[in-house]
Every structure is written in C-alpha cells, then in structure tokens.
C-alpha cells in the first residue's frame, strides 16, 4: 500500500499525462533478445517528432523548482518548431492550389478552344453536304474564260486549305485538352497530399500545445500546494516559508509568459484549423477534426472546494508539551505515531489545520472579490500568487507539518526524519518528496 501511495505522488510530480503518450515501447518476451537502447531512444523520438511532443526528463520535473526554466523553454521552442512546421506546409499547400487553379483554368481554355473549332468543323460538313465537291470542279465549265477559272480553282484550293488546318487545330486541341488534363490530375493529387501534410502539421501543433498545457497545469497544481504550504510554514518556521514564496515567485513569473506565449499560438492554430475546414467544405470533403487542447481540470468549485475535515476535528497531544489539531478520522492514528516517536527517544509535534478563513481574505487581497477571483483564479495569475482556499490538505486536517526536538526543522537524514520514513506510512501518513516536513493522508 505503502509502494501504491508513493508511485502515485511521483505519478502527479512527473505529469504522468505527458509521458504516458511519450513513452511507449513494446513488450518483449525473454525469448526475445535485449533491445539496442540507442535505437529504442531513437524510435521513440521518432514517434515524438510525429506526434510534436518533447521527451521529458522526469528527474528533472521531480525536482521542478529548479528545473522548471529549462523545460519551459524546451516545451516553448517545440512548439514555436511545430508553428514554423505548420507555416511552411500551409505556404506549400497555398501554392499547390494555386498551381491546380491555374491548370483548371488551362483545360476550361482548352475546352473553350475545342467548342470553337467545333463549330468551324460542323459548318465546314453543313457546307460539303450542301456544296460537294463534284459541283465545284462541274462549275469551271461553266466559266467565261480561263482566267475566272483559275481564280475559282484558287479559292476551291483555299478553302480545301483551310478546312484542313481547322482539322488540323481540332485535332491538336484535343492532344492538348488530355494533356492539360493529366497534369490537372497530377498537380490536384500533389495539392492534396500538401494539404493532408498541413492537416498533420496542424496535429503536431495541437500535441505540442497540449504538452506544454498539461506541464503548465501540473506546475499551476504544485505552485498552489506550495504557496498553500507557505501560509502554514508561517506558524512555525517563517524563514522557509519565504523562501518558498521566493521560489514560487518565479514559477508564477514563467507560467505567465508560458500562458501569454501559448494565447498567440493557439491563435494561430484556431486560424488554421479554422483554413482547413474552409478548404475541405468547398472540395465536399469530411473536415479533419482536431482534439481540444488541454486545459484545466473541473472540481469543486465557489465556497464548495471547501471541504470540511473529516470526522470533525480532534487535537491530539504530542509527547514533550503541545498538541496537533487535525481531522477527527485520523487523529488515533496520528496519536498512535506520536506516542510511537516517543518511544523511540524522539520527540515529534508541528501544525495540522489550518483555517481556511485566512486563506480567503488572502485571495481577495491578492487577486480580487469575485467568486471566481477568490476560488478559482490560478495562483500564478494573483499578485502575489496566492493558492486558492480549500487546495490544501491542511484545511481538512489531514496534513501535518512536523517539527522536531522542541520546534526544530525536518530535514533528511536527521532522526526525526529516519523515524517518519521508516514508520509513518504504517499510521497512514505519507511524504511529499520535495518537502520533508510535510506529510499527508495522500502525500500531497
């Protein structure tokens, strides 16, 4: 049980979403020989490419806070690659229409070309039926003199000329119409299959987008528990609670321009999604559909994110003075461990709840009076980022920030620290990695 809590915290710090699209291979048997790993890493960056989305390091979203600037920028340059991908497609698609209109043109002339000829040519048939050519050799005979033959033997001869070359020109026309027509059929093919490149291009974009989308709402996510978890810090250590608040500072100061930077390409995505569906309604086509970005989760929201503790809530006493207030579901649970320090010669207490009451005069100082300002505004959009009320695990008294010896700080390594990893998940607490004072009912 213990093993399930911990993969689940890691699954939320690592954004599970992301790389479970990012990350898939296939099975393998023992019979199977081992895969090259170099050639694995360069399948999977293919499959990537694809589907425009990034490797992420998960090492290096596990411990985010100082890593978060790098991933930004590699989400912000892919998806800036995939626009300019998108951008020259869709140029070539352009010009490939534009290439397949002026054939079409082509062949209509054509066409206009062989009607015309056709006329000629029916009336040159009206005029042999009407006019044979016996009667006109018949006709010399009947000439005044010599001279008035050659001129009717002369004009016989031109128009036997040109009525050849009409069917000369007809003849070539139609030579022309099947030509023009065939490359009316190749450069229509090639347009379509320029088109089908800028339809994919558009997907990659998309994937890009909901990438970067999923980071940002996992990092909003953490940037409100931490901020949460500052409020609370100020009851006992003051000193780290604004160091924390420093951190986050900056996590709020690049998920603002990450957001900004994300509005002007989902511009252009609309813009272009929006293209696509023109162009595929005037050709009869089905158009493409394209998945919605990603976005933010629903819940709770107004003054019903508020859960109240569980069971009511419960003060339990620590083993050297002081007490703990948290929910009444687990305080036996959390005495039990307590009394369990103790008798291991180490001597823990610290802060459980947390009134939520404080959390919202905060939000309406930072972020402003409206129902959505106070519960449901991002943390990152507050001056200063301020977490949202009824996020944190303390406000249902089911987190408990532990100090140690008479007030001192939890810290890896020390011997409150080795007694909490090696008992608390057996009372039903579990450790938020990156903060090793802090542990919950979900390890959040």
Request: proline residues 4%; glycine residues 8%; aromatic residues 4%.
């Amino acid at each position: 049980m213990a093993q399930l809590r911990r993969r689940t915290i890691l699954t939320r710090t690592v954004v599970a979403a992301v790389v479970a699209t990012a990350l898939i291979s296939p099975a393998t048997s023992d019979a199977q020989p081992h895969p090259d790993p170099a050639k694995t890493k360069r399948q999977l960056d293919q499959v990537r490419a694809q589907r425009g989305q990034v490797a992420l390091d998960a090492k290096g979203l596990a411990t985010r806070d100082t890593q978060v600037k790098a991933t930004v920028k590699k989400l912000s340059a892919n998806v800036d690659h995939q626009q300019a991908t998108l951008d020259e497609a869709e140029r070539e698609a352009d010009e490939a229409d534009a290439e397949v209109a002026a054939a079409a043109k082509a062949v209509e002339q054509g066409q206009a070309r062989i009607d015309a000829l056709n006329l000629i040519t029916d009336g040159m048939v009206v005029d042999a039926f009407t006019h044979p050519a016996s009667d006109n050799a018949l006709d010399s005979f009947k000439a005044d003199s010599l001279t008035d033959v050659a001129i009717k033997q002369a004009l016989f001869n031109m128009q036997s000329e040109n009525d050849a070359d009409a069917l000369d020109q007809l003849k070539q026309a139609h030579e022309d119409l099947a030509v023009d027509k065939a490359e009316k059929e190749d450069l229509a093919a090639a347009a379509e299959a320029k088109r089908r490149s800028a339809e994919k291009a558009l997907t990659r974009l998309q994937n890009a987008l909901g990438q970067q989308q999923t980071f940002a709402d996992a990092l909003e996510e953490s940037l409100n528990d931490k901020l949460a978890e500052a409020e609370v810090l100020k009851a006992t250590d003051k000193k780290l609670a604004a160091k924390l608040e420093r951190e986050q500072a900056q996590v709020a100061a690049q998920l603002r321009a990450l957001a900004r930077a994300a509005e002007a390409q989902r511009r252009a995505e609309a813009a272009a999604a929006a293209r696509a569906a023109r162009l595929a309604a005037a050709q009869g086509r089905r158009a493409p559909v394209f998945s919605a970005g990603g976005g933010g989760g629903g819940g709770p929201v107004g003054a019903a994110a508020i859960r109240p503790a569980p069971g009511g809530l419960a003060r339990v006493s620590c083993p050297h003075g002081g007490s703990i207030t948290v929910a009444g579901s687990i305080a036996g649970r959390v005495q039990g461990l307590l009394n369990a320090s103790a008798a291991a010669g180490v001597s823990l207490c610290g802060f459980g709840w947390r009134s939520p009451q404080r959390q919202i005069e905060l939000r309406r100082a930072h972020c402003g009076g409206s129902s959505y300002e106070i519960y449901q505004a991002p943390a990152s959009s507050c001056n200063p980022p301020t977490a949202r009320p009824g996020s944190s695990m303390h406000e249902q008294g089911l987190a408990i920030d532990f100090t140690c010896n008479g007030g001192g700080s939890i810290i890896r390594g020390n011997s409150c620290w080795n007694f909490l990893a090696s008992r608390a998940n057996g009372f039903g607490l579990y450790n938020l990695p990156s903060e090793p004072w802090h542990w919950s009912t979900n390890g959040r």
